[in-house]
């Protein structure tokens, strides 16, 4: 079992930066996958981001490339995603994710553990 929570939302104007962290629980963190996910109201989930098990191999939405991060610190069980060059269209509650064993990165069902969701907002 896996417990994420997330942390370093909040309001930001268009073209601010935030980075947001993901502490998980656990001893075998590096072991898994972690993604990060959004959703805006009214709309679906979407992929943002993964960092894949074991190394540092990253995955981005076509949406983010070039302006957010993803990162992790395998001794601080901890995940980063770096968001810089903000647009109105990246608010939305971001979630941190940890697949165990799936390998299909942008698909939210690949994922068994979440945490809460951050909010981040962007304004004009």
């Known amino acids: 079992q896996v417990q994420l929570v997330e942390s370093g939302g909040g309001l930001v104007q268009a073209g601010g930066s935030l980075r947001l962290s993901c502490a998980a629980s656990?001893?075998?963190?590096?072991?898994?996958?972690m993604g990060w996910f959004r959703q805006a109201p009214g709309k679906e989930r979407e992929f943002v981001a993964a960092?894949?098990?074991?190394?540092?191999?990253?995955y981005y939405a076509d949406s983010v490339k070039g302006r957010f991060t993803a990162s992790r610190d395998n001794a601080k069980n901890t995940v980063y995603l770096q968001m810089n060059s903000l647009k109105l269209e990246d608010t939305a509650v971001y979630y941190c994710?940890?697949?165990?064993?799936?390998?299909?990165?942008?698909?939210?069902?690949?994922?068994?553990?979440w945490g809460q969701g951050t909010q981040v907002t962007v304004s004009s």
């Open positions: 994710a940890a697949a165990s064993f799936g390998t299909r990165w942008t698909i939210h069902t690949e994922y068994d553990y």
């Open positions: 656990g001893r075998t963190f590096s072991r898994y996958t």
């Open positions: 960092i894949i098990r074991y190394g540092y191999t990253t």
